[in-house]
């Protein structure tokens, strides 16, 4: 079966070189169609990019198959593989695969080994994540902690929404409080105070917009602010 879906896709590959868009970057191989990589997969297709879904399911590529650029079968554990589906050729590829560890380690191996110069793996663990970076991922995402750690602060806080750039930097929406009230945010010496930057602000009705010294944040207002993590969660609470 597999053999069958590498052949087809040689054949539609050989038949469309001649198609090729320009812009060779603006493909992706995504390895690994479970919940995450199907996701990522249809996400980047709706953008316009040309993807490359593979699993060694038949069952998920038959349901894909319609939806994205290519759907092939195969198992990228055979270094082969990626070879005849053309991946070494890719400029950026993601591993999805999750739960199956040992071939999430030999995919992102083999791509690094390929030559892949941009690769994303999935890692299901911290231990995971170090061993998928010390055989060739350029970035690893765990997806089940980072969106553990995103609630949790929502969870527990005034944020209405919360991204963490790094370690010790953060970007959150709240509802703005009381202390930044009824002046402009020039005079409110808000990043004298509290060490954040309000960068943007939606009153009720309206759309988001960028915050400047002159404006002058109400009660209602949902402001967007960036800081250090610690002085963004301090200043979210404030009444």
């Not at 005849?84 to 993601?94: D, I, P, S, Y």
């Amino acid at each position: 079966m597999a053999s069958t879906h590498l052949n087809k896709f040689r054949a539609r590959r050989r038949a469309h070189r001649g198609m090729r868009k320009p812009e060779e970057a603006a493909r992706v191989a995504v390895i690994g169609l479970g919940r995450f990589g199907s996701s990522l997969a249809l996400e980047l297709t709706r953008r316009g990019w040309d993807v490359l879904g593979v699993d060694s399911d038949p069952r998920i590529i038959q349901q894909l198959s319609g939806e994205l650029t290519h759907a092939v079968v195969a198992d990228c554990t055979d270094p082969q593989a990626l070879t005849q589906l053309g991946v070494t050729e890719f400029t950026r590829a993601v591993v999805g695969i999750g739960t199956d560890l040992e071939s999430s380690i030999l995919v992102t191996s083999n791509l690094a080994g390929a030559g892949v110069p941009n690769i994303w793996s999935r890692a299901s663990s911290r231990q995971h994540a170090e061993i998928l970076e010390r055989v060739g991922a350029h970035h690893v995402v765990l997806p089940e902690h980072e969106m553990g750690e995103r609630v949790a602060h929502l969870v527990t806080g005034r944020m209405l929404d919360f991204i963490e750039f790094d370690s010790d930097y953060a970007l959150i929406k709240t509802i703005a409080p009381k202390a930044v009230g009824g002046m402009p945010l020039g005079e409110s010496r808000v990043r004298s105070r509290y060490g954040i930057t309000v960068v943007g602000i939606k009153r009720p009705g309206a759309d988001f917009t960028y915050a400047t010294a002159e404006t002058v944040v109400r009660p209602g207002d949902v402001i967007v602010v960036t800081g250090k993590t610690q002085a963004v969660e301090n200043f979210a609470e404030l009444a």
